[in-house]
Each structure stands twice: as structure tokens, then as C-alpha cells.
């Protein structure tokens, strides 16, 4: 028959639990009660004892045991208790040195320490209770750290005189008498030197010298001034306004009648108004009149002016064949609206094709021009270029400057042009010029430099002559082309009506027809 297990607070045993060596408690090494002894001590009243648990021991890892057990034959603990054969240690006795510096002086048997049980004796009589250390002192002041030591009265000082005050301590008299001489002989010295000096000054300056002029009677007057006294009188300044805009040129009269010429551009503005503007001419003698416009040419850049007064000095013009490179010249005008205003140079160039154009101005021309170093400035515009006799060679139209001031770089449009523009304006107030019908643009190539034909007017000129677009022309009449600005001039130089060969350059062979230009 089965057995139940019997149940024991505290621990549990099974009933079939086979005998065998006594389970020890952790804490005591008795064996522990058997179940018979148990039930018993219950059976009788006593109280239940618990069975000590059984005791847990680890398993220890054999290289553990062999470094940290005991060594070999040892089986308490690592610190055995001394025995008494063995020697006592004894300490040395100290170094004579040392025991000199640090025992204590001969005769004295107290030591620096101590104890705990030594009594404070606590300050004397003598000594003044210290705040410091009294916690339950009262504020108090107390005296300095360093009694001051009392000052003792000196003896009143002697009164000082006047030469220790200047002189510090004192001087003997002889000294003094000695100071006083070299005072008086520095002084003396200032004075001299003083009175030559201010003789010295006065002797710069006189009431009796007087200054002389010579006359220039006797003197020659150079060719610029001679060209400037014979031209200014006929030289004007014209002045344009319209509404609130203005304007200011130049001009030269040409004809005893009143008619002066300019440029286009300067008297453009008022020309597209005429209702509204103003145009008046200032001569170089002050006196000012209106103007009114005879006529004027776009393509020339030339104008024709008309003014209502008696006795004007007129220009003497000059012709356009005689004028040599490096010839002198004068320009006359009013740059930057200073009037009567004369520079001087020489012709640097001829023939020299131009562009003229703007805002502001119906202009667009090309011209011919004179070029010249002379200083052209905005204002000379319409002023005559003279040559060295005083005969007008060109009318002042434009200058080239990246900073629009003179440069050295001035055109004129040559007297031929201006002459023959000029009179046709005055005959017939309007200018015609001759034209072939193309337009064209420059080229440079390895073969040929010239104007090369964009394109062919239908019925024109040049399409009856068979010039056709592609077309380079290099020379027109006994004029060379080299691009498309002198093509233009070339033309303009030639009469309209009257046959003139035009030499060109067509796929790469030189070809020579023969234009009729015809009034535009």
C-alpha cells in the first residue's frame, strides 16, 4: 500500500525516501531529528521544531582553488599569531644628526603634543581677552594694529626771500650780478639783430621803383591770330530752343544777303517744329537776331539760315582741291557755348567717309570729311575750319571720342560739298542727290575689300546696269571703295543722269559695268 507524504512546515520529505546519512544544518553540524523523534516532541506538546535547511555548497573550479585556497599544509589563516620564539624587532637608534635637529632641547622633559586630558591654563591675567576667539563677544572697536608714533613739533622755518624762491636754495650775490650781466647782454644782442632785420625788410620794398610795359607795336602778329582777327566777325553762335529744350551751335555767313550756314543736326529740333521755335544768331559783336531756315539736306548734314541784317562780314571760301595733309588750319566756333572760341591744328586727313547721326536729330548722313587735330568740342558744330590764308576748307560737324570730349580726332565736311549743297539750298530750298539703287556692306576677305551688295533696288540703276546681290564693288567713277560708308560718298560724287563705270568683283573675276545714277 502507498505512503503519502508526510508535509512538515518548513520542509518537505518523502515518506519512501530511503535511509541514509543525516541532513546538517547551515548553521549547526548536530544531525537533524529524525520524524520518529518529531512526532513525539508534537505527541507530547511540544513546540514543532523546523528542520534546518540543507546546506548549499558550490561547486569549486579546480584553477580557482589552486590560486586562491590555502597553500599546501596550511590549514588556518594566513596571519598566525606570533609565538614568543620568535626574535622581536627592535628599532635602531636615530642618527646623531637628526636627533640634534629635531629632540628636544637638553633640559627639557615636555613634549610639542598635548593630550586629551591636559588641562587649558587658558590666558593670563595679563593678556586681553582676544573677540576673535570669543564666541559670545561683543562688537567692539579696536586700536591699531601698530601704535603710530607720536610726531614731534618741528621748529618754525625761516621765511623764504625772493631769490630763494626764484633760485631754489641761495645764491651767493656774485652769482647774481653774474646772471644778470649775461641777461643784459642777451638781451642787448636781440635787439641789434632785430633792428638789421627789420632794415633788411624794409630794404626789399621801395616807393621809387616803377614797372615798364613794352608796346607790341613793333611786333608781328603770328598766322593763327591774323586768320582768327579775319574770321571771327563772320562767325556767329545760333541758339535754338523749343519749349524747354535748347540748344547751341555755330554757323559762318556765306552770302552779304543774310544766309549763313550750319549743320542739319544743330538747328534739327527746331526744324521739326517751326510754329514752336526759336532760332537766333548771335554775331561777334553782341548783336542778336532771329533766324529762319532756308533749307536744309539730311544726307549732308548741311542747313541754310537766313537773318535780316545789313553790312555782315562775309567768309571767304576756299575750294576743297587745295587743301594738302598737314596743312595748317584754325577752328572757329563756340564749343561748349563759349563764343569766339579759336583752336589751331593741321589737316591729319582727307576723304575720310563718316557716319553722322543721333538722337535728337533727323540726321543721317555720310559724308566726305576733312579730318583735323584741332580741338572740336559740342558747340563747334557749323563753325568754319580755316586754312592758314583765312579761306574756309570745311564746316565743323563732329568729333570721335569714346568720352565725348576732344581727342584729337575732329571732321569737317569739306567746302566743295558745303559750297554746292549750299547753293542748291539757296536756289531751291531742298537737295537732291544721285543713287544707284542698292544697299550694301562692307566686306574684307583674302580676295577683295569693298561693299558687297546686300540687295538690288527692283527697276533701279544698278538692276538695269545687271549688278546683282553677292556683288563686292571696289570703285565707283575714279574713286576707290573699300567698304559701305565711301560706296555712299563715291555715289554722291557722282551727277545723276550721266554714266559712270563701277568697277566689282563677282565670283572671284573682276567685272565692269557701266551705272546711270539717278536723282533721288
Excluded at 589563516?77 to 646623531?96: H, I, L, Y
Excluded at 564746316?395 to 559750297?419: K, P
Amino acid at each position: 500500500m502507498a505512503r503519502c507524504p508526510s508535509v512538515i512546515l518548513g520542509a518537505v520529505t518523502d515518506a519512501n525516501e530511503p535511509d541514509g546519512p543525516p541532513t546538517r544544518s547551515p548553521k549547526s553540524d548536530q544531525p537533524d531529528p529524525s520524524p520518529a523523534s518529531e512526532t513525539t516532541a508534537a505527541e507530547n506538546g511540544a513546540p514543532q521544531r523546523l528542520a534546518p535547511r540543507p546546506l548549499y555548497r558550490p561547486t569549486v573550479d579546480p584553477a580557482a582553488a589552486v590560486a586562491f585556497g590555502r597553500p599546501a599544509g596550511v590549514a588556518d589563516s594566513f596571519a598566525p599569531s606570533r609565538t614568543a620564539t620568535e626574535p622581536v624587532v627592535t628599532v635602531r637608534p636615530p642618527d646623531p644628526a637628526v636627533a640634534e635637529a629635531y629632540a628636544r632641547p637638553e633640559g627639557e622633559t615636555e613634549t610639542i603634543q598635548r593630550g586629551p586630558d591636559d588641562a587649558d591654563e587658558g590666558p593670563t591675567a595679563d593678556t586681553p581677552a582676544d573677540p576673535w576667539r570669543d564666541p559670545n563677544a561683543a562688537v567692539r572697536l579696536g586700536g591699531a594694529a601698530v601704535d603710530a608714533t607720536p610726531r614731534t613739533a618741528l621748529p618754525p622755518a625761516e621765511k623764504l626771500g625772493v631769490r630763494d624762491v626764484l633760485l631754489g636754495d641761495r645764491v651767493a650775490p656774485r652769482a647774481l650780478a653774474a646772471l644778470a650781466g649775461v641777461a643784459l647782454v642777451v638781451g642787448l644782442a636781440g635787439g641789434v639783430v632785430g633792428r638789421m632785420t627789420a632794415e633788411n625788410v624794409g630794404a626789399l620794398t621801395s616807393q621809387k621803383v616803377e614797372l615798364t610795359q613794352s608796346s607790341g607795336d613793333d611786333r608781328e602778329a603770328g598766322q593763327v591770330a591774323k586768320v582768327a582777327e579775319a574770321v571771327l566777325p563772320s562767325v556767329v553762335s545760333i541758339q535754338v530752343a523749343l519749349g524747354d529744350q535748347s540748344g547751341t551751335g555755330s554757323g559762318v555767313v556765306i552770302d552779304g544777303a543774310g544766309y549763313i550756314v550750319t549743320n542739319n543736326h544743330v538747328i534739327s529740333m527746331a526744324a521739326t517744329d517751326p510754329a514752336n521755335a526759336t532760332i537766333r544768331v548771335v554775331f561777334s559783336d553782341g548783336t542778336r537776331a532771329p533766324a529762319s531756315i532756308v533749307g536744309r539736306d539730311t544726307k549732308t548734314d548741311l542747313a541754310v539760315l537766313k537773318v535780316d541784317v545789313g553790312n555782315l562780314t562775309v567768309a571767304q571760301l576756299g575750294k576743297s582741291s587745295d587743301v594738302q595733309v598737314g596743312d595748317d588750319v584754325v577752328a572757329v566756333g563756340s564749343p561748349l557755348g563759349l563764343s569766339k572760341t579759336v583752336t589751331s591744328g593741321i589737316v591729319s586727313a582727307l576723304h575720310r567717309p563718316v557716319r553722322l547721326g543721333g538722337e535728337g536729330t533727323d540726321t543721317d548722313a555720310v559724308i566726305d570729311a576733312v579730318q583735323t587735330d584741332a580741338a572740336i568740342n559740342p558747340g563747334n558744330s557749323g563753325g568754319p575750319l580755316v586754312d592758314a590764308e583765312g579761306r574756309v576748307i570745311g564746316i565743323n560737324s563732329a568729333i570721335r571720342s569714346e568720352s565725348g570730349g576732344s581727342v584729337g580726332l575732329g571732321f569737317a565736311i569739306g567746302i566743295d560739298d558745303v559750297t554746292r549743297v549750299a547753293q542748291e539750298l539757296i536756289r531751291n530750298g531742298v537737295m537732291h542727290h544721285p543713287e544707284i539703287g542698292v544697299n550694301s556692306r562692307s566686306v574684307t576677305n583674302e580676295q577683295t575689300t569693298g561693299a558687297q551688295v546686300a540687295n538690288v533696288q527692283s527697276g533701279s540703276p544698278a538692276e538695269q546696269a545687271g549688278i546683282v546681290e553677292g556683288d563686292v564693288i571696289v570703285r565707283v567713277g575714279d574713286r576707290d571703295v573699300t567698304n559701305a560708308d565711301e560706296l555712299v560718298v563715291a555715289v554722291h560724287g557722282t551727277e545723276a543722269g550721266k554714266p559712270v563705270p563701277v568697277k566689282l568683283i563677282r565670283s572671284g573675276r573682276e567685272v565692269e559695268v557701266q551705272v546711270t545714277p539717278v536723282s533721288d
